[in-house]
Each structure stands twice: as C-alpha cells, then as structure tokens.
C-alpha cells in the first residue's frame, strides 16, 4: 500500500514537472526576446559601422568587389547615383598646364578624355596610388597605353605613349613613373590622352584635375548622376581647352627648363606620400592573425581603420594595415 502511494506520488510529479518544462521554457525564451532584438540592432549598427569603414578605406572595393581582369579596357557596370571620390594624396600625370582637346563630342564623336600636351619621351605619372590593370597596343586608338585601378573607385588612362615603364598587376605609388610622352595609335601630335573611369563609365576628368593650375579640384568630390551633366560642361568652361596652340615650352610647363625637370621636381612631394596597403581578410582571420601576417601590431591596426581591439573580422572584409 505504502509502495502503491508511492509511485503514484511520483507519477503526480513527474507529469507536473513535463508540463511545467515547457512553461518555463516560453518564460525564459519570452524575458530573452527584447535582449535578442536589442543585440541584433545593435549587431545591425555595427555591421553598418563597419561597412562605413570600408568604403572610407577602400571604395574601389565596394565598387568592383573581386571582379579584376587584363583583358577588357573598357568594363562597364552600373553606375552607382552618386559617389564620394577622394582626390588626396595626387599627383598630376604631368606638370603641363596646356589642354589640347576638351572632354565631350569631337569631329562627330565622342572623346573620352582630355589630350594634354607632351612631348616625346616626357616621363607621366600616375595619378594616385594604385594597381596596373593593363598595358597594351592599341594602334587604332589608344596606342600604346596604361590602365591604373585606384582605391578610391577611379581608374585612369594614359595614351599614345611612346613607351611603357609598368607591367600589368604591378602596385603603383602617386607620382612614380609609368610611361613616357608620345605619339603612337591615332593621334596627330606629340600628347597625352588622359581619361578618368568610374565602373567602367568615362568622366570628364575636368571634374577632378585642373591641369591650368596644377591642382586637383577639391580633397574630395561628389559625383551624382543627377547633376553630371551640368558639372562637366561647368568643369569643361572653367579647366578645358583656351586658345588654338602655338604654346612655347615655357608656356606648356609653367617655368623654364627641360621638362623633365619640372616634372620631377612637380612629382617629388607627392611620391614621398605614405602608402596605404590593405589587407582582404579571408576565413577564420582575427585582428591578430592578420597582424603577425602583415608584421604590425593590432594597436596600429585599430588605429588605421576606428576598430576596437575585439573587433570581429569577417571574410573579405578590406582591411588598411600600413
């Protein structure tokens, strides 16, 4: 009898305890919902964070992501409605102050960039920090000439060269010797074709370089489908074409002496910029792998890029280390 009291006791209680299980459990899942939403949000708000860091680091690589080939020239995709483009750290491709041609329609087509005046064996430079993207022969059109993919989104293009001084997928500093003047492929005159490409689509690089002063236009630069076409006809009037030719040297490089000299002396402050090199965190990456990988600290790591020392790392997140 006191056996048969008992088990049916613990029967009693075992059924309360499988009913009471899965009551508890809602209440606890029910009190974790609102810190569930607050740690998602705050996630959210992090990830955005990040996000901001990488453009500001890297816009090249929001834009074209691991999209990068030596074979097409001209690659276009969708332009984005506007974009911030960073125009420090420069250098101008030459210390000529004279354009030849402006951007826009020419001869019932459409010219693609800005002829400046050069002559043969002048050294140009690049124009930012950056990757060689292409070295080719084109002699129908370009000539000989240079593709450069910068990380602030911009890829430039240097034309009728009479030489080559890079190979395609090697780094590049603002300033450092990429080719020399001339006049090869369709051209009618010693010049160098220049052009400036967001994903692929040609700008007037009279929005960013003011060749007359040797300057850029601002640190930075908005660029808006909407408001584009006006900005290049503005950019066209105030930095295009003036006059007809008949340039002295003196008049094409702003002070006497050779060429060379000037555009050595021009390029130096922008050649002793600091680089930045970045580093695409790939699976498994912490802050501290990738700084034994990279032979700096975490510290300086955190530095560069606003992160904290716990900063979680994802795949192909773009990284500045130097």
């Known amino acids: 009898m006191a056996l048969k009291k008992t088990l049916k006791t613990l029967t009693i209680s075992l059924l309360f305890a499988l009913v009471a299980e899965p009551v508890a459990g ?10 569930d939403r607050r740690a998602k949000k705050l996630d959210s708000i992090e990830v955005r964070s990040v996000i901001a860091r990488e453009n500001i680091a890297s816009p090249a690589a929001q834009l074209y ?39 826009g329609n020419r001869w019932g087509r459409q010219h693609k960039g800005l002829d400046i005046k050069v002559y043969i064996g002048d050294t140009i430079r690049a124009a930012f920090n950056g990757k060689i993207r292409i070295v080719r022969y084109e002699p129908r059109g370009y000539g000989n000439y240079v593709v450069i993919r910068h990380p602030n989104g911009l890829e430039t293009i240097y034309g009728h060269l009479s030489k080559q001084l890079v190979r395609e997928n090697q780094v590049v500093r603002a300033g450092e010797p990429i080719g020399l003047g001339g006049n090869t492929g369709r051209s009618t005159g010693s010049h160098l074709h220049f052009e400036t490409r967001l994903c692929g689509v040609a700008l007037n690089p009279g929005l960013f370089f003011d060749f007359r002063n040797q300057d850029v236009v601002a640190d930075q630069v908005l660029f ?34 050779r060429s060379k000299d000037n555009m050595a002396a021009y390029a130096m402050s922008a050649a002793n910029q600091p680089e930045r090199v970045y580093y695409k965190a790939v699976k498994g990456d912490t802050l501290e792998s990738i700084a034994k990988k990279c032979g700096v600290t975490i510290n300086e790591i955190c530095r560069l890029n606003g992160y904290r020392k716990n900063q979680r790392v994802r795949p192909g997140q773009i990284i500045r280390y130097v």
């Open 224 to 257: 808006s489908k909407a408001t584009y076409e006006r900005e290049s006809r503005n950019a066209t009037r105030e930095r295009g074409k003036v006059g007809n030719g008949g340039y002295t040297r003196d008049q094409i490089y702003g002070v006497p002496g």
């Open 65 to 103: 992501g691991d999209e990068w080939n030596n074979r097409y020239t001209h690659h276009q995709t969708e332009l984005p409605d506007s974009f911030i483009i960073n125009l420090r750290h420069f250098c101008m491709p030459t210390p000529s102050r004279v354009v030849t041609s402006n951007f």
């Open 26 to 35: 809602q209440d606890l899942l029910a009190r974790q919902a609102p810190v």
